[in-house]
């Protein structure tokens, strides 16, 4: 048996979203800035997407730019303002961002842009003073992360948009964990900028959006034929924008209830095992299908490894980092020590995961933990 729980890495691709990105690919193969008729086809169907996803957010059409995914989508959030404003010189973010927010901020850092990493407390939610004492007349955007990529927390993001609001700045979300599994409301949450992907949807990879409220003024990173009212040059990726949209118009709540029941279960099955402590909240406040969880003084890596030997796939941290040895910045952020940090493992579902997955999971990890805690000098 194989069991895939790496979702927040990335997803497999529904067989319905590749048989809608098809034709797109063969016969349906035309620029949509072409103006015969098999770009007009193109460009029709690009439109249509764009539909799909403003409607997701309540937002309208022309409030959304492609980009090619969450990376992208963030670093145009957050350069794009600053560029566009250039009185302003400070952005508040967090310190559980993904790398994505904090390399930026590092690299406008070096540009004369000040930024504010605010603090979050031992379940990884931001305090709403601190934030709000933060905002000067300084400041440009306030840029959090909806759900935590890492221990899912999901932020108060009505609080504070409207804190925003009232403070009149601007205030973007990274939502590429949270998409299609936690409401979005652009008009009721205040937010002005939302980063979304498709891969984290059983959507392609490679593809995602920026939503940007009317009257917003953005700066393009990429500069060429103007694609995307001039906000993202290059040509639109069709069939992968067909592919996000149709993954959108799949995700459905019935979905998220079923991921929600079969993290709980893992959840306290796990916890069932001697030293181990759930990393982030519990219930409505964490991510539907994260589970992040530190087994004292076991390697993460070796957990991962014997796990894979079993065919299950587990994450130690953010895909985005796996490959640096430094201790997981999320997990040092809500309190934890080096050891701790590096004695965790994430599992994330999907909606395609089973209750007889999760069985053989939590057999095989108990089995594997009571190997690894037998071989730990310190037990």
């Not at 997407?49 to 059409?61: F, L, N, Q």
């Not at 279960?265 to 069932?272: A, D, R, T, Y």
Request: proline share 3%.
């Amino acid at each position: 048996m194989e069991v895939y729980l790496d979702n927040a890495a990335t997803t497999k691709i529904d067989e319905k979203v590749l048989k809608a990105m098809e034709p797109y690919l063969t016969e349906k193969y035309g620029n949509a800035s072409s103006l015969h008729t098999i770009g007009l086809e193109a460009k029709r169907a690009l439109e249509q997407s764009r539909d799909t996803v403003a409607k997701s957010i309540k937002a309208k059409p022309d409030e959304i730019i492609f980009t090619s995914g969450g990376t992208e989508s963030n670093n145009l959030a957050l350069k794009g303002v600053i560029f566009s404003n250039p009185g302003k010189k400070h952005i508040i973010t967090t310190s559980i961002e993904h790398s994505s927010i904090l390399e930026t901020c590092k690299w406008l850092e070096k540009q004369g842009i000040k930024i504010t990493y605010l603090p979050v407390d031992s379940e990884g939610f931001v305090n709403l003073e601190k934030l709000n004492n933060s905002i000067t007349k300084q400041t440009a955007l306030v840029s959090i992360i909806h759900a935590n990529n890492e221990i899912g927390t999901i932020q108060n993001i009505k609080e504070i948009g409207k804190i925003c609001k009232e403070k009149n700045v601007l205030f973007h979300i990274d939502a590429c964990q949270s998409f299609t599994k936690v409401p979005i409301d652009v008009k009721k949450q205040n937010i002005d900028l939302i980063s979304l992907n498709s891969h984290k949807i059983h959507g392609p990879k490679g593809v995602g959006a920026l939503y940007i409220r009317r009257g917003i003024r953005i700066t393009p990173l990429l500069h060429g034929g103007g694609h995307e009212k001039g906000v993202r040059s290059g040509t639109e990726n069709i069939a992968g924008i067909v592919g996000f949209a149709e993954a959108i118009k799949l995700a459905k709540p019935k979905y998220n209830n079923y991921m929600r029941k079969l993290r709980d279960k893992l959840i306290e099955e796990i916890l069932k095992i001697p030293k181990t402590n759930l990393n982030g909240p519990t219930g409505k406040n964490r991510l539907c299908n994260n589970i992040n969880i530190c087994f004292n003084n076991i390697d993460g890596e070796a957990i991962g490894g014997y796990l894979n030997a079993y065919n299950i796939y587990s994450s130690t941290g953010s895909a985005c980092s796996s490959h640096r040895l430094e201790p997981s910045h999320v997990l040092r952020a809500i309190g934890l020590s080096t050891k701790q940090a590096n004695s965790s493992i994430r599992l994330s579902l999907s909606r395609f995961n089973t209750k007889k997955e999760i069985d053989y999971v939590i057999e095989i990890l108990k089995k594997v933990i009571k190997k690894l805690r037998k071989m730990s000098p310190e037990k």
